[in-house]
């Protein structure tokens, strides 16, 4: 072993990776070499300076640990709790489209409150009986068409010659009742809703 | 079970402010005592672990949990001090070039140092001509040699915080102890 080889080991000693088989060969050179002991003795101190100057506790030197941490809490920007907010800022057109609906929906919901005035609507409405809250199709009488009736009661005795649709009533029909087309009975504000988009794209296909 | 930090750091990214301020409870002293010993001045050691939990807290959603937390972040914290370490040698040079101009107080680039004179004659001679030789280090052994001695870091770990191969760490950790074996050698 020549003295670069030996210095190579001796920094494998103080990284502590050197192993043991190196070690004893190391050693072997080091008791014929006083120059290498000598340097290695110099590593020694280094390694033992190095600990102590950088180890040591900073002393005097020590920041105020509460100020510090103080410091470090209060420059953290406040942002974790808003991601709701960032999130609609990110998307607009979302953004947008849910602030429609929402105005649409309360429209709706408005409408849907307000109407407890009673309606009847159908293209022939000539034999119906209006008594009260009551809409009655009388026994023998016949409607060509559909009929509407909102907020109130349908007595059906007669015949109709197409759709029945009761919002926010009751259907009362009698044996001798007869409905060619479909009867229905609408009670809740989904339904409702349904009903006047599908009668509002009706609409707007005829 | 997860590290404590790890899971700290996820309640932290939940926007919990409690277990944030548990993360700076466990690395604060650390992290100052590294960037004191890196850069030698309380001023700037107080400025750099600040900054360093900020980037911590603004990157908390990129911390890899397959990484030590520890090791994240003094890779954080001591890319801070070296980027101080440069921008004073740049400041340096700067001040070289003005005080050929003349007229200008070069005292007024020279970095911050509080060190009182009371404090430093706390401090042994020994301790004084070991701190002044790591001084001079430049920054790229500095840092291997202030994470290898302070926190005791393996060879591997180093390499994972400076973002290097363990065999680059290798080269630095013995040019560093050479470099300062011939310093103090002359001097103790």
Known sequence: ?206 | MKPIEARLARRALKGDHQAFAEIVALYQDKLYHLAFRMLGSRQEAEDVTQEAFLRVYRNLDRYDEGMKFSTWIYRIATNLCIDRLRKRKQTFSLDAESAEHEGLDGYAFIPGDDRTPENEMLLTETQRIVREAIETLPAKYKSVMVLRYLHDLSLQEIGEVLDMPVTTVKTRVHRGREFLRKKLERKL
């Not at chain 1, 409408?111 to 008594?131: A, M, N, Y």
């Not at chain 1, 907020?151 to 007869?178: F, H, Q, W, Y």
């Open chain 1, 1 to 206: 072993m020549n003295c670069a080889q030996a210095s190579r080991l001796m920094h494998e000693y103080f990284d502590g990776d050197l192993a043991q088989a190196e070690a004893a060969r190391l050693k072997a050179h080091l008791d014929g070499c006083p120059e290498c002991r000598e340097r290695f003795a110099g590593y020694e101190r280094t390694e033992a300076f190095l600990h102590m100057a950088l180890a040591a506790p900073v002393g005097r030197d020590a920041p105020d640990r509460a100020a510090l941490t103080e410091r470090i809490m209060g420059s953290l920007p406040v942002r974790r709790r808003r991601t709701f907010v960032r999130w609609l800022r990110q998307y607009p057109g979302v953004t947008v489209a849910a602030m429609l609906g929402l105005v649409l929906l309360a429209g709706f919901i408005a409408s849907w409150e307000q109407d407890k005035v009673l309606v009847v609507r159908g293209s022939d409405l000539s034999q119906i009986v209006i008594e009260g809250n009551r809409v009655v199709v009388p026994e023998g009488a016949l409607v060509n068409g559909d009929l509407v009736v909102e907020n109130g009661e349908a007595v059906v005795n007669g015949e109709i010659r197409g759709n029945l649709t009761v919002i926010d009533g009751t259907v009362n029909m009698a044996s001798t009742a007869k409905v060619i087309g479909e009867a229905r009975e609408i009670n809740q504000a989904i339904d409702w809703l349904w009903y006047k988009l599908r009668s509002a794209v009706i609409g707007l296909a005829s």
